[in-house]
């Protein structure tokens, strides 16, 4: 085997043309929406009063495994794309591991993150609709960064619920979101009768994504010519975020590299999913090589402390019912500083593969996942985003097995965003102010009371 340089970079002719429908291998397992009016799977009809109508295709598209990437699509992507796929040689040193790690870096765009990936596609649909205005919700603030980076570039109005705690810890977000041109409201707000009836019931709530899902839903449906879009969760994200686990195929195959383990941080999944789609696809399909591990905190511990069962995807139980692991639409995480981490739901692809036994899940406290994010840094010069420091944390758990066992395995995790707009994050870490929240079974089940 040729030996393989620290960045391994596509060109513009290896770059996808397609993107990969992981939900065409799982046609059979996948359980529609629901309308919670009647009790049937909800109709293309029903999702367009919501979504634009070419997203809901790819959403209920369970037949095609590829997708064409449109060409305005592709030529946005080329800004920042094809991202790098990195050898950690400096890590794996420092671990005195025999693994060979390697990891996909989203990081290099202003989102900081791979929410673009989606962001891009999603408005080029809404604009070609002839759609006028977006609404959305935003976590840690990625989601929205790069939402607001794709409307100013198709020239799509966007309002951002950005949650409430999030909003307070990275206000830089918020700045940059504003440069681009969106209007930025911290959820809940008054803004919205849902937010409203939130506030009352929960005065000095920092927010969750569940809350500010359902602000930018009631928005979409009392304005003009505006449709919702999200950053995660639904099938169509994934499918937009397979540009990453594509991408990743072909690095690896030019050096010869199958993984043994691939591992991403999830919170609704988009990046785990669109991560690991093509090499799923093939899991699915008889090649059993691969041990695909989702990571996620265990302040909101979805897949490992979750239901899997039919729940709404937002607080004010305004969407469609979602077959996914859930801790109920009403249960509000901690304000850790995983802020895209802290949704109740996960993907219904995820949580399917997790509930097939195809995936594994594990959890971990935030002072760990920033030890490992610190010990991440000094050797690989990346300051991670928090959600990222998960997927790195097991990267180093799993090369540090494989010390013990003395495994040459090739581990490739994906390094999902930077941690630019953390610090204040870093610095209540290096003060020791990190606290590590672990719901009680009370509190899980105040949350499953809500399903």
Known sequence: MKKVPYKIYLSEEEMPKVWYNLQADLADRLTPFINPANGKPCTKEELMQVFCEELVDQEMNNKDAFIEIPEDVRNYYLMYRPSPLVRAYSLEKA???????????????????????????????????????????????????????????????????????????KPYRKTIMETYG??????????????????????????????????????????????????????????????????????????????????????????????????????????????????????????????????????????????????????????????????????????????????????YGQTEIFDAAVFFSKHEGILPAPESAHAIKAAIDEALLCKETKEEKNIVFALTGTGTFDLAAYSAYHAGNLTDHIPTDEELERGFATI
């Open 182 to 363: 969106a209007n930025v409201i911290p959820s809940p707000s008054n803004t919205t009768e849902i937010g409203k009836q939130i506030l009352s019931e929960h005065p000095n709530t920092g927010g969750s994504l569940g809350c500010a899902i359902s602000e930018a839903l009631e928005v979409a449906a009392n304005t003009e010519n505006c449709r919702y879009v999200l950053g995660s969760v639904l099938n169509h994200v994934l499918l937009h975020q397979s540009i990453i686990g594509m991408e990743t195929k072909i690095a690896l195959e030019k050096y010869g590299i199958r993984p043994d383990i691939m591992i991403g941080c999830a919170g609704g999944g988009s990046n785990l999913g669109g991560f690991i789609a093509p090499y799923m696809g093939e899991y699915l399909n008889g090649r059993k090589d691969i041990r695909f591990i989702a990571v996620e905190p265990t302040s909101c511990p979805s897949l490992t402390r979750g239901k899997f069962t039919l729940d709404f995807g937002d607080t004010g139980k305004t969407t469609p019912l979602i077959k996914m692991y859930t801790l109920g639409n009403g249960f509000i995480p901690s304000p850790n500083h995983s802020g895209g981490l802290r949704y109740h739901g996960m993907s219904p692809i995820i949580s399917e593969l997790k509930h097939g036994g195809e995936i594994e899940a594990r959890a």
């Open 95 to 169: 671990l005195g591991t025999p693994a060979n790690i390697y990891f996909k870096f989203e990081g290099m765009n202003t989102s900081g993150s791979h929410k673009l990936n989606s962001a891009a596609a999603q408005v080029y649909y809404a604009k070609k609709q002839g759609i006028t205005k977006v609404t959305t919700e935003t976590g840690a603030g990625q989601w929205g960064t790069a939402l607001a980076m794709a409307a100013a570039h198709f020239e799509v109005d966007l309002s951002v619920y950005m949650v409430k705690i999030s909003a307070e810890q």
